[in-house]
């Protein structure tokens, strides 16, 4: 059984920093993708940033690019971390941590189904 569990968030103001922090409990020695994805009210989910656990590749949403910053925490157990820089009002929204086995995809995933263990998500606001 894989858990997901996210923490941190909270309210900024704009130009501030927060960071996300998720652990991936599950059995050993799996490696995962682990992804971060957010849903502002009346939008779609949509990705922000992913990382392959252990190796470190990772990905970027342009929207998000040269502010944020994905990266492993822990060699022994996945926890990942989210740093989140120089925050826009548009960056409001509630932010999810998602995991998915590596082995099940040849090409890295991408989209929210194909992604099977999520956090229950956390609140992100930057007031302007």
């Known amino acids: 059984q894989v858990q997901v569990v996210e923490s941190g968030g909270g309210s900024v103001q704009a130009g501030g920093s927060l960071r996300l922090s998720c652990v991936v409990s599950?059995?050993?020695?799996?490696?995962?993708?682990v992804g971060w994805f957010r849903q502002a009210p009346g939008k779609v989910r949509e990705g922000v940033a992913r990382?392959?656990?252990?190796?470190?590749?990772?990905?970027y949403a342009d929207s998000v690019k040269g502010r944020f910053t994905i990266s492993q925490d822990n060699a022994e157990i996945t926890v990942v971390s989210l740093q989140m820089d120089s925050l826009k009002p548009e960056d409001t929204a509630v932010y999810y941590c998602?995991?998915?086995?590596?082995?099940?995809?040849?090409?890295?995933?991408?989209?929210?189904?194909?992604?099977?263990?999520w956090g229950r998500g956390t609140q992100v606001t930057v007031s302007s």
């Open positions: 990382i392959l656990t252990p190796g470190g590749s990772t990905y």
């Open positions: 998602a995991a998915t086995r590596s082995d099940y995809y040849i090409r890295p995933p991408t989209e929210p189904y194909q992604f099977n263990w």
């Open positions: 599950g059995d050993t020695g799996v490696s995962y993708y």
